[in-house]
């Protein structure tokens, strides 16, 4: 198996899966239909596109930087008519940092990656108006699986938010194993994307905890005894 990891970071990110009407609300991580749906629009895929193949990938995100919530109160007119148009209520994330992850066969991972990198539409970080601040692209790890790609990977929170945390540990959120109660579900599976029927199933996800990966420090040619004579 081959994982591609995906750095998701940007001033404001809004993953909703159980938004609906005039109250858009977020998780506090991105969802499975979020992230498989800047995967799909990397490939170009139309919306009523066959989903089968990336909906198969195992899926999992690394809270880095969790953010904080943010309410918009928004108001609009109709453009023709000048009619108002319902009161609506849009949360997001600002400035939080995750890295996801996708786990499936080497063909396929390749095959997104290579998207990624070449993307026939932009990505965006759950609304368009929310585009990333940063290359989504952090590669591929081969022979390995999801959570322990997860784990290995270094942490991207911001310099920032690094001088203020001390060392500690890093949430995880993985598809359920089928043999294993998830902590929780959430509907966010995609079954199609269609304009005029979007349909999501449920997922169990399973939360875990890894410890903040370090920087490997290379070996240096430094010595500071070099200069000292001896007596």
Known sequence: MSVLLLRLA???QSWGSAARFVRR????????????GMLAAAQGRGRD???SDLVALRFGVRIDQPGTRLRDFQTARHFDTDKAMPLSERFYLADAVFVAAVEGERELVRQLYAAVRE???LPYLGRRS????????LGLREDTDLVTALEEAPWQASAWY????QPGQLTILHDSPPDRTPDVSLRDTPVSFSQTHRQYALRGVTSTQAGIPTPQRSPTDH??????EAV
């Open 223 to 228: 010595d500071p005894t070099s200069g000292l």
């Open 130 to 137: 929310c585009p990333p601040a940063l290359p989504v692209d």
């Open 25 to 36: 609300t977020t998780e506090n991580a991105p969802t499975k239909s979020g992230v498989l």
């Open 10 to 12: 940007g001033p404001l």
């Open 49 to 51: 596109g066959d989903l």
């Open 162 to 165: 690094r001088s203020r945390r």
């Open 119 to 121: 993307p026939v539409y």
